[in-house]
C-alpha cells in the first residue's frame, strides 16, 4: 500500500509550532514527514515517522545544467547521503536549476554527468536521489526540467534504481496535464510522488481540478508502495486539512492492476546497476560539512 507523508514547509504559514504541526500529521494518520528541519529530525524519529525527504543541495535555481555547479553540488548530495543514512531518509530530492546559456541537449548532458558521478554512493547508501520535475510558468520561472520528457532524458542512462524523478502531479498538472496517462506509461522512472490541486495549491478535493482519488489509484496500481507527499497550502485548519486529505486519499491496487502485473513477466524488473560512461571515470570527491536549507516549491 502508499504510504503518506506531510510535507513541512507548507504547514509553516499558520504559526503552529513545531509540536502542534508535527502532532496534526501524526494524529490524522501519517506515516512519515519530507523536508523537516534538520534539528527537528530526531524527534520525528522518536514519534515513530519516517523522515522521508530532504534535499541534496541547495539551490533550486543553480542546480546541475550548469557545468560550474558540478563540484559544489556532487561534494553536498555526499554529505547528504552520509546524513541520509544516519536518519534514515530514503530519498534525496536534487534539481536541474533554471535556464541558463545551455540549450536542452547540452543540460541534459551535465545533468546526466553529475547524476552518473553521485549514482553508485546511492546504490551503497540505499538511498534514492530523485530529480524533481517542477513548473516553469507560475512557481518557478525558468526551471529547466519542467517537463517529464526532458526528466526522463535525465535519468534513463544512469539506469540505476537510485536515481530516478520525482513526479510532482500539481506541477506537471500546469506543464502537462495527462497525469494518469503519464503515470501509467513512465512510473518506472518515478521514484518518489508529490500532490496538490490545481489551480492554488490548495487542499486536493473537490475544488480543484485534479481528481486526486483517481489520481492516487493509478499511482497504487502500477505498484509503488513509497511515500507519496502531501505538499499543499492548506486553506483552513491544518489538522483538520490533514485528517481530510489522509482519508480520501488511502486507497489500495486494484485487483485487476495486481493480476495485469502478476501476468506481465519483467514489467516491473529493477533497471540495471549504474555505471559510468566508458569514457569517463567519475573522480572521488571528498564530502565537506553542509547544511541544506530545505526551500518552499
Excluded at 66 to 90: F, G, Y
Amino acid at each position: 500500500m502508499l504510504k503518506h507523508a506531510f510535507v513541512w514547509w507548507c504547514l509553516t504559514q499558520q504559526g503552529l509550532t513545531d509540536a502542534q504541526i508535527l502532532d496534526a500529521g501524526q494524529q490524522a494518520g501519517f506515516e512519515g514527514v519530507e523536508m523537516a528541519p534538520e534539528h527537528l529530525w530526531r524527534e520525528v524519529q522518536t514519534r515513530g515517522l519516517t523522515m522521508v525527504s530532504t534535499q541534496a543541495h541547495g539551490t533550486i535555481e543553480s542546480g546541475m545544467n550548469d557545468p560550474k555547479q558540478h563540484n559544489r553540488i556532487i561534494s553536498e548530495t555526499c554529505a547528504m547521503l552520509e546524513k541520509a543514512v544516519k536518519w534514515n531518509i530514503p530519498t534525496l530530492i536534487c534539481f536541474s536549476g533554471n535556464r541558463g546559456q545551455n540549450n536542452d541537449r547540452e543540460a541534459i548532458k551535465q545533468i546526466n554527468e553529475v547524476l552518473f558521478k553521485v549514482a553508485s554512493l546511492a546504490e551503497q547508501a540505499k538511498v534514492s536521489v530523485v530529480l524533481e520535475l517542477l513548473n516553469s510558468r507560475v512557481d518557478h520561472p525558468n526551471y529547466h526540467c519542467d517537463r517529464t520528457e526532458f526528466g526522463i532524458a535525465c535519468v534513463e542512462p544512469i539506469r540505476s534504481e537510485r536515481i530516478k524523478l520525482l513526479y510532482d502531479a500539481y506541477h506537471m498538472q500546469i506543464m502537462e496535464g495527462d497525469l494518469i496517462r503519464t503515470i501509467r506509461a513512465h512510473h518506472r522512472y518515478f521514484g518518489h510522488y508529490h500532490i496538490a490541486g490545481n489551480p492554488g495549491r490548495n487542499d486536493p478535493d473537490g475544488t480543484q481540478e485534479i481528481h486526486h482519488p483517481a489520481l492516487m489509484q493509478a499511482i497504487a496500481d502500477t505498484g509503488y508502495t513509497g511515500f507519496v507527499g502531501h505538499e499543499y497550502l492548506p486553506s483552513g485548519p491544518i489538522a483538520a486539512a490533514l485528517k481530510a486529505s489522509r482519508i480520501l486519499l488511502d486507497v489500495v491496487p486494484s485487483v485487476k492492476a495486481t493480476i495485469e502485473r502478476s501476468i506481465r513477466p519483467g514489467a516491473l524488473d529493477p533497471i540495471p546497476a549504474a555505471a559510468a560512461p566508458v569514457d569517463e571515470v567519475a573522480p572521488v570527491i571528498e564530502p565537506e560539512a553542509t547544511i541544506v536549507v530545505p526551500q518552499k516549491r
